[in-house]
């Protein structure tokens, strides 16, 4: 049939040549790489249907002679190009340019390469694909707890916020997508509202390589990825569900990708989690559940020359917080310190009552990108964001079903980067950034904790990559940041004139409104900040590296830090931020020795912080109310030095058997007061041995363990308060720390059907300790979760 | 030609919304009102035409100037009061009655009152009168009995809210948290 097919097309071109007959014209031309004009030598034409063929020359030239009226098709290959063909309607000798994608690789290399680094140069860590979904039914915070240098500031087990190197909150810039999020981050109880279960990937920026999304990442980088789907017509997906014993709940994830072989994709996803209370060791933890739901879509194009992505994304998360936080005052907090257990334990259940918080976060964006020939990569991307957060605390009558707080951040912001390549060596690329932030608090009855905002920032860099030869990398680059803040807040005028003389220090604030004991101001702020990076890749041998990085970030204080006023119902506490608060300056050092090795590996990684005018939120005295004594925590900045070492080993032990295991220490000073920094992770190590049988069902079954020291060094803000019941003056130990605990941990997974069903089990705290650790913000109320059993079943279709 | 479109319309949008936003910049924004807010607490003690008030008042709420008290008169040693006690929000017009609101609620809420006196062998009992719908005490209502005479001393009202009913009678058993705590300086004659 085919055969025959053919002879008939042969037979077409025959006949269609034999009345043409005019065969004298010519097709010239010269074959350049896309990318910097330069020649490509050796390229093979064909063309089609014919035995006529030539090969470009030493400046990429050709000829083809003899050619007769009609169309042709020309089919051109190289070595190192994707294959192109081009047809010509031949009426007349025609002279044509033709281009060839010569770095295909690049597009590729992120399908194929996920272990390659963000910068060759960047000191960083990342979680795959299996450790995501290992983590399916936790938080971000939970699966980046599992990195060395990495810990997490909670509130409870379900609200986790990331810490790297001791610094959270604004200090870490959150990339989702290629998006930088603004979720309120500033709070301690905030987490990051990011479902993991959308990304494919996450990295951790420990070094220096972060100019391009901001200038303030004084702790570090945090990256989730998706992924960029093979240009193939496939549908696929997977669907993932767990169950928990503790808490009694879990998580349905299911996410379906469509691509097709023209560059467009799309993929929807989706997950939903819920628990009710979970239990300590001993003892179960009322009103400790969750709900979420989460979405996300992505629909793009790819290819050589241009391509989009439109990405859209919802978390909705519902977290109750533990009955027995709630606090009236500080004689509570006390009765609550000297107490083993929590004052409110009940029955299990799956009810969400307040406290609470709920949050909802939009994320909007897209992105497009164009390569110019003989230029470079021009990409540009617009962004939007609405948080909306809400506190739920325990109000009396018609309030009771009212937020205290209810804080709307809208933020929107464009960018664009242009990425060049002036030779084989060096890859520049400059940016800008505009962005425009406003913050609504939302009637409460209360007053707002962060008041009215708006914010604009721009930003400007460059960024340069250069291989010194085959084994040693450079990166070095720049940004300026402009960023204006507009506020307006009513103060008491007793606060603003007496308490902080803010009269004498910001009268320019003052707008001449005052209504009884309020008075009316709009502060306003104005920053401009340099920073810089530098990165050093030296490829020692095969599998060794060292990498040397250094890092200035400027951080502008947030608006926590200046507004805050009023207070903190859920922490039991005055927060008090102050208008001369001044930007923050880190000069970062880290250093990295890395190898690569399945046999034997390693990382060693130590580093330096300095950091001048450090901001940092501590316990000033107390303040008598109505409701009693609050302790009241102010802001104030100091000199902060940060130093410490991460430790990564890898060894095989036999064929099926590893370990791996990780050491992380640090400390954290406080150079102008000569303390301990407040709430600094303790050291800490991990030890993991696991067996593997590709053979038997992927047969994986590891032991795990985690030690964390308590942590010795910690500034003593511990004071004395009277108890008015009593008559006695009562000792208020908020800063004394939790002691040592050693965790264990049992994993087996397996999978069947050549990976299309996988099954893992897990037993998490195997032997049920109770311990407390000492960054979890209720540490004074509560244990930790006790033994918690996970199933999960992950289907791929 | 189509992502140039859809570029131009999003600068547009992304425009807009600075201008739209920037419009309303010279607005004075409204100071919200404390709701919940208990400025004063006033403890009312009676016996026949011997009335003693406790007044304490905070009428900014938290930080800001400090609460005042107004304490009128000494107790009568011997004597029996009854006392009653009222909560407001004098930062409305007229003052929101937060008494009515805890009566309504009063199986969620409970007052406890301490005594301490400066004087050798007295004691002074403070009794709740009122109860629940469940037969717990209140406290909105109370009785007292001075025996003998003392220079100094202090009564502690706190009202807790969500305590464990029944307790002890204990603040510190009922846990809960705490809503109102204010100690006044007392003399008995």
Redesign the interface.
């Known amino acids: 049939m085919i055969k025959q097919f053919c002879l008939c097309l042969i037979v077409c071109f025959m006949f269609t040549t034999t009345i043409a007959q005019n065969c004298q014209y010519s097709l010239k031309g010269k074959i350049s790489d896309f990318h910097d004009n330069s020649s490509i030598i050796g390229a093979s034409l064909q063309i089609v249907n014919s035995n006529k063929n030539t090969i470009t020359n030493f400046d990429g030239s050709f000829e083809f002679k003899n050619l007769c009226k009609g169309k042709i098709t020309i089919v051109i290959k190289h070595v190192a190009c994707e294959s192109k063909t081009i047809s010509f309607i031949i009426s007349k000798d025609i002279v044509k340019e033709i281009t060839l994608e010569h770095h295909l690789e690049e597009l590729e290399e992120v399908v194929v390469k996920s272990e390659s680094k963000s910068e060759s140069t960047s000191i960083e860590k990342s979680i795959k694909k299996d450790i995501i979904t290992n983590f399916s039914d936790k938080s971000l915070g939970d699966a980046l707890n599992t990195l060395s240098g990495v810990s997490s500031l909670n509130t409870g087990n379900t609200i986790v916020k990331p810490m790297i190197h001791g610094l959270h909150s604004s200090r870490l810039l959150i990339i989702n997508n290629n998006v930088r999020m603004f979720d309120q981050e500033w709070g301690d109880e905030h987490a990051p509202n990011i479902d993991m279960n959308a990304s494919d990937r996450i990295d951790v920026i420990k070094g220096a390589n972060s100019l391009k999304f901001g200038s303030d990442a004084v702790g570090g980088l945090i990256v989730v990825r998706g992924k960029k789907y093979a240009r193939k017509d496939s549908l696929f997906g997977s669907s993932l569900m767990s169950f928990n014993s503790n808490g009694f709940g879990g998580n349905l994830n299911s996410e379906i990708i469509k691509s097709y072989k023209s560059g467009y994709y799309t993929k929807v996803q989706m997950s939903y989690r819920r628990f009710g209370d979970f239990k300590a060791a001993d003892y179960s933890l009322t009103n400790s559940g969750l709900e979420n739901i989460n979405a996300s879509f992505r629909l793009g194009y790819n290819s050589y020359l241009?391509g989009?992505e439109f990405y859209y994304s919802q978390v909705n998360n519902k977290f109750a917080i533990l009955k027995s936080s709630?606090?009236?005052?500080v004689?509570?907090l006390v009765?609550a310190i000297n107490s083993l257990e929590p004052?409110?334990i009940k029955e299990f259940s799956f009810s969400i009552d307040n406290p609470k918080q709920s949050i909802i976060h939009h994320l909007g964006k897209?992105e497009?990108y164009?390569r110019f020939q003989g230029f470079g990569k021009l990409t540009?991307q617009?962004d939007f964001q609405v948080n909306r957060r809400r506190e739920f605390d325990?109000?009396?009558?018609d309030?009771k079903n009212t937020p205290v707080i209810d804080l709307r951040l809208v933020t929107?912001s464009?960018q664009s980067d242009l990425q060049v390549k002036p030779n084989d060596n060096l890859k520049l690329n400059i940016g800008f950034l505009g962005r425009?932030q406003?913050n609504n608090?939302i009637?409460?009855?209360?007053?707002?904790l962060i008041p009215?905002f708006?914010k604009f920032d721009m930003g400007l860099y460059t960024i340069g990559n250069y291989s010194l030869n085959e084994s040693t990398e450079l990166n070095a680059g720049i940004r300026y940041d402009f960023s204006k803040i507009?506020a307006?807040k009513?103060y008491?005028?007793?606060?603003w004139n007496e308490?902080y003389n803010y009269d004498e220090l910001f009268p320019e604030f003052e707008?001449g409104?005052i209504?009884g004991?309020?008075i009316?101001t709009k502060p306003q702020y104005t920053f401009h900040n340099f920073s810089t990076g530098l990165g050093l890749l030296k490829k020692i041998n095969d599998d060794l590296s060292l990498f040397i990085n250094y890092g200035l970030a400027n951080r502008v204080p947030n608006p926590s830090e200046l507004f805050s006023?009023?207070?903190h119902h859920s922490a039991a506490r005055?927060e008090?931020g102050l208008l001369n608060i001044n930007k923050e300056t880190a000069n970062k050092f880290i250093v990295s020795m890395e190898r690569n090795n399945n046999n034997f590996g390693f990382v060693i990684s130590p580093y330096f912080k300095k950091i001048n005018g450090f901001i940092q939120l501590i316990p000033v005295g107390i303040?008598?109310?109505?409701?009693?004594?609050?302790p009241v925590y102010e802001y104030n900045q100091i000199d902060a030095e940060i130093y410490g070492i991460d430790i990564d080993l890898n060894k095989k032990i036999n064929n099926r058997l590893d370990y791996y295991g990780s050491i992380s220490l640090l400390r954290g000073k406080n150079t102008s007061e000569n303390l301990p920094l407040i709430n600094m992770p303790a050291a800490n190590f991990n030890n993991k041995l696991m067996y593997f049988n590709e053979e038997f069902k992927q047969l994986s079954i590891s032991i795990t363990h985690k030690t964390v020291l308590q942590q010795n060094r910690f500034p003593d803000y511990n004071f004395f308060t009277l108890d008015?019941?009593?008559?006695q003056d009562v000792f208020v130990d908020i800063s004394s720390t939790p002691p040592t605990y050693s965790i264990f941990g049992l994993n087996i997974s397996s999978a069947f059907n050549e990976g299309k069903l996988q099954f893992e089990l897990n037993v998490e705290n195997l032997f049920n300790t109770s311990y407390r650790e000492h960054l979890n913000r209720l540490r004074y109320f509560a244990d930790e979760l006790g033994r918690n059993i996970n199933f999960k079943i992950k289907i791929n279709y | 030609m189509k992502?140039m479109k859809?570029?131009k319309l999003?600068?547009v949008l992304?425009i807009s919304?600075?201008v739209i936003?920037?419009c309303g910049?010279d607005d004075?924004?409204e100071?919200?009102?404390?709701?919940?807010l208990?400025?004063t607490?006033t403890y009312t003690l009676t016996n026949g035409s011997d009335v003693v008030t406790l007044k304490?008042t905070?009428?900014?709420?938290?930080?800001?100037?400090?609460?005042t008290y107004a304490i009128s008169g000494p107790f009568t040693a011997g004597a029996s009061y009854t006392g009653s006690i009222k909560l407001e929000n004098e930062t409305e017009s007229p003052a929101e009655n937060?008494t009515e609101?805890?009566e309504?609620?009063d199986e969620e809420h409970e007052f406890?009152y301490?005594s301490?006196l400066d004087c050798t062998f007295c004691s002074l009992v403070i009794d709740k009168t009122d109860i629940d719908g469940n037969g717990n005490p209140v406290g909105l209502e109370t009785s007292l009995f001075f025996d003998t005479p003392a220079t100094d001393g202090?009564i502690?009202v706190?009202l807790?809210?969500?305590p464990s009913k029944p307790n002890d009678g204990?603040?510190?058993d009922a846990?809960?948290?705490?809503?109102?705590?204010?100690?006044f300086n007392i003399t008995v004659l």
Do not use: C, M
């Not at chain 1, 325990?394 to 009558?397: A, F, K, T, V």
């Not at chain 2, 100071?31 to 919940?36: A, K, M, R």
């Not at chain 2, 905070?58 to 609460?67: A, H, M, T, W």
């Open positions: 241009k989009f709630h606090i009236g005052n004689n509570d009765t004052r409110v897209i497009a164009k540009f617009y325990l109000r009396r009558g309030l929107n464009i425009f406003q608090p009637s409460t009855g209360y007053r707002p009215n708006d507009k307006r009513w008491n005028i007793t606060d308490t707008t409104t209504a004991v309020r009316f006023d009023g207070l005055i008090k303040s008598t109310t109505i409701r009693g004594a609050f008015p019941v009593t008559q | 992502t859809t570029i999003l600068a992304f919304s600075f936003t920037s910049d004075v924004i100071d919200p009102n404390v709701e919940e208990i400025t607490i304490y905070d009428l900014d709420g938290e930080g800001g100037s400090d609460g937060i609101e805890i309504e609620e406890f301490t301490s202090s502690t706190v807790k809210h969500e204990t603040s510190a846990g809960g948290s705490t809503d109102v705590e204010v100690s």
